[in-house]
């Protein structure tokens, strides 16, 4: 597609063809046990965070106490069931992605938001440090107006805390849960299978308190 760059979101029109088969990943989180994919437990909630490499994220997120599952994948562009290679290309419209299946009683999605914002830079576009490109952007993919809601405030709370350390605004899409593409075997729970495996620490280093972002505040 001459002229196109991966910083830039590509169109349905243009969007790579994809595959009608999902690729295949294992039952079990390599770490937890648990169900890598649905059906989850009775009373379970999911969340969906794409916050650039989202090998060091998924990490980040399975270490959380109340989370059941956690599994990477492909949301928020055009091509069925894309591979990783394409996905790279930026031409599918995806951001890496992780999924977060956890249990509401005992972590809250304001928690896990927190945990979001505080592990990347939030202002930084179609990138993340080094990693440049739309597959790297920022998103929370929202699973309810409950869930909307929450983000949008936290959003903007954080957004001012953010200002006050000199950062720029957020550029952070808060859109609706589409179709989660899992990746591919070797994508999932990657820093366990290998512990010296590339993981940037891309974090502002600005706390968000979680008491911004009750829902009665």
């Known amino acids: 597609m001459f002229g196109f760059r991966k910083t830039q979101m590509v169109s349905a029109e243009d969007a790579l063809p994809g595959r009608d088969t ?18 989850y437990p009775e009373g379970s909630e999911i969340a969906e965070f794409a916050l650039g490499c ?11 106490a109340g ?26 419209g995806h951001a890496e992605t992780v999924r977060v299946v956890f249990n509401p009683s005992q972590v809250s999605y304001q928690q896990l938001l927190k945990v979001f914002w505080e592990s990347h830079d939030p202002t930084q576009g179609m990138r993340q440090g080094n990693d440049t490109g739309s597959q790297y952007r920022s ?16 959003a903007t709370e954080y957004g001012k805390k953010l200002a006050e350390h000199g950062y720029g605004q957020i550029t952070t899409e808060i859109v609706p849960a589409g179709e989660f593409y899992f990746a ?10 290998v512990p010296n ?21």
């Open 22 to 39: 999902p690729v295949p990943v294992p039952e079990r989180h390599a770490v937890l046990g648990t169900p890598l994919t649905p059906p």
């Open 139 to 154: 998103v929370i993919f929202y699973q309810s107006e409950a869930q909307r809601e929450a983000a949008e405030r936290s």
């Open 67 to 92: 989370v059941i599952t956690t599994a990477v994948g492909y949301e928020g562009g055009f091509t069925p069931n894309p591979a990783y290679e394409e996905v790279c290309t930026g031409r599918t």
């Open 184 to 193: 591919e075997d070797y994508h999932q729970q990657y820093l366990y299978k």
């Open 197 to 217: 495996g590339y993981c940037p620490d891309h974090s502002t280093g600005v706390s968000c308190p979680v008491g911004l972002l009750k829902a009665d505040d």
């Open 54 to 64: 989202f090998w060091g994220e998924e990490r980040t997120f399975w270490q959380v």
